[in-house]
């Protein structure tokens, strides 16, 4: 469950947490009255994909309908392409109208760009390659040449390599 904080910009008055829209409504008025506007946001307590996903979308109390619909309905994938895509990259996004789907994020659960390079000679994306030529391959020359359009983050503990298109 996504705790969140709701912090006044009035100092005079009470913050609070709260775990769903419905939630922030009804304590945004029950504890300082409708003349409170403006609350800061916070994210307190969840998984640590949705945490990087808050971070990442910028949440503040005009989004915060859209990012809990985003918790409770996007899949892993969709939520490490908005991470990368939006957080990382810097592609615009209205959480509102758009999906991550439409991003193009190329996504490898590998530790390191070596590991990428093996993984593309053993698939093939070189070329046939015969056995008796495989131990002389340069996988240092070719992760560094990856490392031109590839990038590494790591989210929620785990190790990703990444290219947008």
Not at 40 to 62: P, V, W
Request: proline share 2%.
């Amino acid at each position: 469950m996504t705790t969140l904080f709701a912090q006044p910009y009035d100092f005079t008055a009470n913050g609070f947490y709260f775990h769903s829209l419905d939630e922030y409504v009804t304590k945004s008025f029950n504890l300082n009255g409708p003349l409170i506007e403006e609350y800061e946001i916070q994210f307190i307590d969840g998984e640590g994909i949705d945490s990087q996903l808050f971070e990442a979308l910028n949440i503040t109390q005009c989004n915060i309908e859209a990012y809990f619909n985003a918790v409770e309905t996007w899949d892993e994938d969709q939520k490490l392409k908005a991470i990368i895509a939006i957080g990382e990259v810097g592609y615009k996004f209205d959480l509102a109208k758009d999906s991550p789907d439409d991003f193009e994020v190329d996504l490898y659960q590998l530790d390191t760009m070596r590991e990428l390079a093996e993984q593309f000679v053993d698939e093939g994306l070189y070329g046939t390659i015969p056995q008796s030529l495989q131990s002389y391959i340069d996988y240092d020359a070719i992760a560094r040449d990856l490392a031109m359009d590839y990038a590494q983050i790591t989210i929620d503990g785990t190790r990703y390599i990444y290219r947008c298109v």
